[in-house]
């Protein structure tokens, strides 16, 4: 089973398969040379990436998250605003200490190879990596894959979701939507419950309830960035941030102040209406949030995957939505939320994908927003076939969402794609609660579809900026 916390994990910007997985594959590289007594006999360190990651890996910042990577990074810790100055002074010096500690010449247009269109076996985010003693000889080399929301895997474990799988026994496993609602059916838990009750099998509930509670807490921070920092994101397409401006424009508008949120979160309060009573206002609010979210992640800023992030902001803006907008929000609730969205997130990852470069955009933020509105459905007082027809709903309507990211950069249109999807996610909630749970078409049957859809997809859509938007839009 995968837990929530492999999910949702704190990383940096501005994606989780090409700037976090990179980041890590890449440590574990080092970290490997180190444990087995090699690392003071390198002088040379090669990395290749292929594929997508070799696409559309400058856009990305594939390059600088190796950079860190060998260096010692890790994407939870390392220091946001010291990034651009400690590559800087690499690529200048063409020096890099390993792991911080064992310096050795390092030339960026030598040792770091972008293979535009060549691909590894396995996944199209494929890395190699290679050690060579003072004599040439090789020390070690080891291929990588990063397989979507930072997860990395090893050739050994091809097919797994990280490079030690974790065979740790769950009180309920299930690897389906219907074995998850069996489960329901014979326990009397709601998913939430269901999720925690396996969550207990890594650590104890009170550090479960904790930790999702720091993840909610750094989504908040994510928001409050991005919602108070102008100017331009990098990159050739001089795209505009857009969140503190319209948040600027939404409190001048306010007419009523919100009801405070959880515990702590009473930074963005906002109005349940606009200037002369505009119902769909609080809908603006989640536009904002998830705009804010994305343009810290743009800009290479900390966020929170969720379970990518490409589509980072989806979970952050619905979750706001609950915390600042429904009646009685409480911590606990957004526990559950994260609980119930988390389980979801078990079900994309086990059978099918959420890496665009695998399937296309429908795995990521169609994931993310199928996510979400099981979150919003739990939260709400759903039941467990509401929350997986909420699922459902989410998901269906993002199937064939191509990723064809302008530039290689992760801004347009994944941006604005991030605020659509979250009120969809709301939508598909609401949808969900005003009816029985009966449906026609099962959660199981829409993963299986996107699957296949994924693998029917031509490869210039799945994060190569081969097709679609990237190549018809001129780059300024």
């Keep these: 089973m995968i837990s929530v916390f492999d999910l949702f994990s704190v990383g940096i910007g501005p994606s989780s398969s090409h700037t976090v997985g990179p980041m890590r594959a890449a440590r574990t590289f080092v970290a490997g040379l180190k444990a087995d007594g090699l690392l003071t006999e390198a002088v040379q360190v090669r990395a290749e990436l292929f594929g997508s990651l070799g696409a559309t890996g400058h856009g990305h910042g594939s390059d600088r998250a190796v950079l860190l990577g060998l260096a010692g990074e890790a994407p939870e810790t390392v220091d946001t605003d010291s990034v651009e100055a400690r ?31 060549r691909s590894l076996p396995y996944h199209p985010n494929g890395m190699i990596f290679s050690a060579f003693d003072a004599s040439g000889a090789e020390l070690r080399t080891r291929t990588y894959y990063s397989v979507g929301g930072g997860f990395v895997v090893d050739e050994a474990a091809a097919g797994a979701d990280r490079i030690k799988p974790d065979s740790t026994p769950v009180r309920y496993p299930f690897l389906t939507g219907a074995q998850l609602l069996d489960v329901t059916a014979a326990t009397g838990l709601s998913i939430s419950e269901v999720m925690l009750a396996n969550e207990v099998s890594w650590r104890a509930e009170a550090d479960v309830r904790a930790g999702l509670l720091d993840i909610w807490r750094v989504m908040r921070e994510c928001v409050e960035r991005g919602c108070t920092r102008d100017g331009t994101l990098p ?25 405070a949120g959880p515990a702590g979160g009473a930074a963005l309060a906002g109005p349940v209406a606009g200037a ?15 705009l804010a979210v994305n343009e810290e992640n743009a800009a290479g800023g900390r966020v929170v995957t969720a379970p990518t992030n490409g589509a980072a902001g989806i979970i952050p803006a619905v979750l706001h939505y609950y915390a600042r907008f429904v009646p009685g929000a409480s911590d606990e609730g957004v526990v559950r939320f994260l ?17 665009g470069a695998e399937v296309g955009c429908q795995g990521e933020v169609g994931s993310a927003c ?24 989410g998901m269906e309507h993002n199937l064939g969402l191509t990723c064809d990211p ?4 992760v801004q347009i249109p994944c941006i604005e794609r991030n605020a659509v999807a979250s009120i969809k996610a709301i939508t598909a909630a609401r949808l969900a ?15 299986k579809t996107m699957r296949e859809t994924g693998a029917d997809m031509k490869v210039k859509y799945k994060e190569t900026a081969r097709g679609g938007l990237a190549v018809n839009v001129i780059e300024c």
């Design 87 to 117: 590559v800087g002074r690499i690529r200048a010096e063409r020096r890099l200490a390993l792991l911080d500690t064992h310096e050795i010449d390092f030339d960026p247009e030598r040792d770091l190879t972008l293979h535009r269109r």
């Design 235 to 259: 990159g050739g397409l001089k795209v505009r941030r857009r969140a503190a401006e319209l948040r600027r424009s939404l409190e001048a508008d306010a007419a009523v102040p919100a009801a």
């Design 276 to 290: 002369g009573g505009d119902p769909l206002h609080v809908m603006d609010w989640v536009t904002l949030f998830a």
């Design 339 to 355: 609980l119930a969205a988390g389980a979801i997130g078990v079900l994309f990852k086990e059978n099918a994908s959420i890496s």
């Design 370 to 393: 199928s996510m979400a509105a099981a979150g919003l459905a739990e939260a709400l007082g759903g039941t467990p076939a509401q929350v997986e027809n909420a699922a459902e709903i």
């Design 406 to 409: 302008v530039g290689g950069l």
């Design 433 to 447: 609660l005003r009816g029985d749970g009966v449906h026609a078409v099962s959660l199981d049957k829409v993963i």
